[in-house]
């Protein structure tokens, strides 16, 4: 940076503090345990696990653990659905249940979007405008495939559903992954079972109580409960046709392990280590929002963050200067304030991993700023933080953190850009941002990833195919590419 | 082998194809040949570890310049094997009769198939992309596009049966989007892939497009299964014991593998769609805002 003396900052919010805006929450409601969702009806369980609220370390309600008998159960309720009521069913009256699901899920909204801020963390203004608007538009949209594949595969005469699909989701975006999951399923024709999340299970539990008020017939959806064991067993099971897992690359590449040698199909949707490109050319405010966005939504537990920022070298100093402002006016704290920006980190043992991989960060030399603000008391929570002069080579520029953490680089060419974009065996999602659309889209091509925003960052749509290359996974979720896995064709 | 009066007829040594050459195996080792009758054919190159990743090597370097062609051009350039290989349709008639066991209408079946197959993928070259991709109506001002692009660099295991028609079959789908491979060849008359490796020399293709192993499958199994800078595997006709053996060594770089059962007849129109294009191609979608 040179000596120009800067010119005094005034921060908005400076001159006052800011009075709470809390998002009411005595009106929803939920058991104090649930156990699994099989055939229909709620089984009892005979090992437990309790789900808390990361915002204040309270327990919220027990959930079941799916042992191989429970497990069994719910993929021969499916099989029997799928055999039976679904199978047989006409796709008109398929797609009238799924569009009957979204409109109910739109009916409840407000209940599911403060459950998942309370089971997951994340703040009350994501998982109502963004997690839970975009469930019931996937439920909408993907409803109006069931009775219109054979226009998604052109060529393929009578295209099959799969079978049994058994799914496995994350705890970041619960209710939505879950819905990225289920509809495209159902759409095809195929039935499932699926296990949520150990830290998040409550609204897969509520989304139950939904299918049991829309009629969906017994054992067309059932939720297995439990850890990684519980998924285990799901994804090995020999009578589940299609695996569809969501989560990190590790666990990823054991169940691509696991079906190995048999007729199961796999799609998986792994890690990333997102860049957000900046080239000097760009419109750097809007960049700054873009940039903030990328990393900062949902405390950084995405896997499409885009984790680290390729400046070009010449706007470095501002863009980092900008950012840092910028990142100053970010409120963290409650979730459940319709104020907050940050929210809580999903679990103890993120939180663990996250300043973990900081501490390698500080240890590695690289600058590390965090925004300075008064954190809750309980709960867990992490301070916004960004690393200047990271190198390829650094763990923080190479792992993924899955944190409010960002690695800031510098590139001064597109291929430099390219190559260090692509440096990584990640590859899900990158950012570019540049007024000038061929170098733009040039640079897009040479991404080695399965999602670029150009210009925006962190876009979801049911309509738009998401999904890896690389190491990233592979399959896709959402749109009419969305459908592929889960129907047979050749 | 057909000779005439006393000539001696001239034996050909077959070697490996790798980056648009003709290199004996490093290994000196070598599989001999025989016809249906027992008769000798040829010693064909018995490949091994070295190769494989040689030809990785190969197929790398290759890919960007192939994957960057226009889909038009890569369309020409198929439509050139099938014109180079038209050319020599009496050589593959007489070398499946004589050498594999062919009768003639079989023979000349699967080589005429051959050719209008090559035509048939040449032309899917610039449209499985309208196809398979989209324009995606988005809730939002955003234009939303989604494009299928290669995988990279595929292996595969070519079929045990039909040595032109299953190579053709198999490996043309994969090439066409761009991605660039190592055919591995290994059943009764290998030699017949590596003649059509002269088809494939003198059609414009690019040297390291297409890499042509001649060996033992079972060897390589396990090296391309765990090779890192080997993106995707197509394994044809595979036994249970080569899908857990893949499907394991693949993991560990999250491989696409993808398994097809093959045919009997490969002649049958069933044995070509354009969704066998799809396991080797990755969809990426491009958002970007529209406004003033």
Known sequence: ?????KPREQLFGDLWEYSTAPQGSEFVQYRDEYGHFIDGEFVDSEEWFDSTNPATEETLARFGVAGEETVDEAVSAARRAFEGPWGSMAASERAKYIFRI???????????AVLETMDGGKPIRESRDVDIPLVAAHFFHYAGWADKLEYAFPGVDDPEPVGVCGQVIPWNFPLLMLAWKVAPALACGNTVVLKPAETTPLTAMKFAELLQEAGLPDGVVNFVNGAGDTGST???????????FTGSTEVGKIIQKTVAGTDTKLTLELGGKGSNIVFEDAAIDQAIEGIVDGIFFNQGHVCCAGSRLLVEESIHDEVVSKLRHRMSTLRVGDPLDKNTDVGAINSEQQLDKITRLVGVGQDEGCDIHQIDCDLPETGYYFRPTIFTGVTPSHRIAQEEIFGPVLSVMTFRTPSEAVEKANNTPYGLACGIWSDKGSKLFDVAGRLDCGVVWGNTYNQFDPASPFGGYKESGFGREGGRQGLLDYMKHS | MASTSDRLSVYKTYKLYMDGGFPRTESGRHLKIQDDQGQFVANICHASRKDLRD????????????SGRTAFNRGQILHRMAEMLEGRRADFIDML????GYDENDAVAEVNCAVDRLIWYAGWTDKFEQVFGSTNPVASKHFNFTLPEPTGVVTIFTPRNAPLLGFVSTVLPVILSGNTTIAVVDNPAPQVAMEFAEVLNNSDLPGGVINI???????LLVHAGGHKDIDGILSVGPDSEERETLGLEGADSVKR?????????????????PYRILPFVEFKTNWHPVGR
């Open chain 2, 257 to 273: 593998v993808e398994f097809l059962e093959g045919h009997d007849d490969w002649t049958s129109d069933e044995a070509q769609s």
């Open chain 1, 102 to 112: 979204g409109r109910m899920i739109k009916e409840k909204a407000r209940e599911f």
């Open chain 1, 234 to 244: 799901l994804v090995g099971h020999p009578d589940v046709d299609k695996v569809a």
């Open chain 2, 55 to 66: 030809a990785v090597v190969a197929a790398r370097e290759a890919l960007d310049g192939w």
């Open chain 1, 1 to 5: 940076m040179n000596d120009i003396p």
């Open chain 2, 213 to 219: 192993l001649t060996g033992v499958r079972e060897e």
């Open chain 2, 97 to 100: 009769t004589e050498q594999a």
